[in-house]
């Protein structure tokens, strides 16, 4: 007999309940007890011979950091700049800490250069639980920094970087602004969050409403955050950890929230936006109807995905244009 389905698979529309039904048929075995090797090559994106963006130009780029080098990808918008240089994206992939690769967010990051006409660099930076926090964080201050060092050889505007990221990322793009505020740091000029894990504490309203959602369960998503602290740490979170734990967010770049209906992590992320927006961080929440975790980066495959690309990419030519209008105004 089949198993009924979860009463809030009723609020995800067409295109989320094919992807779900396909997943549910896929990933038979929950994450957690697969492991992180075994999850991993089950859920592996391969990159396609012919991607739904053409770009004139991708970069793979080894980015030196504390650790050795990593792998990047840097993404060059076809159209020509409006300036002598570029704005860009820092955009560091989700997937728990534990998974995630550059494949599996190439289509977005394409459809986010095209459209918005910033470079895109995507970091592939070191996984738990083989490297726990903080190697992820440290991978991407190392990266930005790079980044800034660099920019010109790229045609890029080193003061025009911004931090984004889904879900896992969404925490290091957030937890990275806290990381340079509180050092008095240059700060990116805007910060992208997409679905972010920004809280350890589990405790939120949908953490229970949809602890049985698509791709992402509440149980899975505690074991990927075990897997991301390492022995030992429990108790003892700072707030480049869980960002939620910050005392205050002022000061922090301007902010871009995305959220899904039906995830676990929704209402502790739009607790971040209001957070933010409170501490006087101008902010724009908003939340993606009858969708799931995950949706953001799945191009082609959800209506909602083009939609909130849309919103990226309104967000960073929102931001240039701001920083532009500030620039040539006189003192």
Known sequence: MNKPLPPHWERLD??????????????????????????????ASTPSDRPLTPLDRVDAVAVPTRAGELRAR??????????????????????????????????????????????????????????P?????????????????????????????????????????????????????????????????????????????????????????????????GPGRQGGIDQYAAPMKATSLRGLPPALVLTAEVDPLRDDAEAYAERLRHDGVPTTSIRHSGVFHGFFTEVGVFAKTDAAIDDVVRHLRGTAAARATSTSTPC
């Open 133 to 229: 926090y903080p190697a992820a964080l440290e991978d991407s201050l190392d990266t930005l920094t790079w980044l800034r060092e660099s920019a010109l050889d790229s045609g890029i505007d080193p003061d025009m970087i911004a931090v984004g990221g889904d879900s896992a990322g969404g925490n290091l793009a957030a937890a990275l602004c806290l990381h340079l505020r509180d050092r008095g740091l240059p700060l990116p000029v805007s910060q992208v969050l997409v679905y972010p894990a920004v809280d350890d504490r589990f405790t939120t309203p949908s953490w229970t409403r949809f602890a049985d959602a698509p791709l992402l369960t509440t149980a899975d998503a505690r074991w990927l955050w075990e897997q991301y602290i």
């Open 74 to 131: 840097l993404y060059h918008p076809s159209s020509p700049p409006t300036e002598g240089l570029r704005p860009a994206l820092l955009y560091l992939h989700g997937g728990g800490f534990v998974l995630g690769t550059l494949d599996g967010v190439d289509e977005v990051c394409r459809a986010i250069a095209a459209r918005s006409g910033w470079a895109v660099l995507s970091l592939e930076y070191r996984l738990a639980p083989e490297h």
């Open 14 to 43: 067409a295109d989320a309940q094919l992807a779900a039904q396909a997943i549910a048929a896929a990933l038979t075995t929950p994450v957690r007890e697969l492991g992180a090797r075994a999850a991993r090559e089950l859920l």
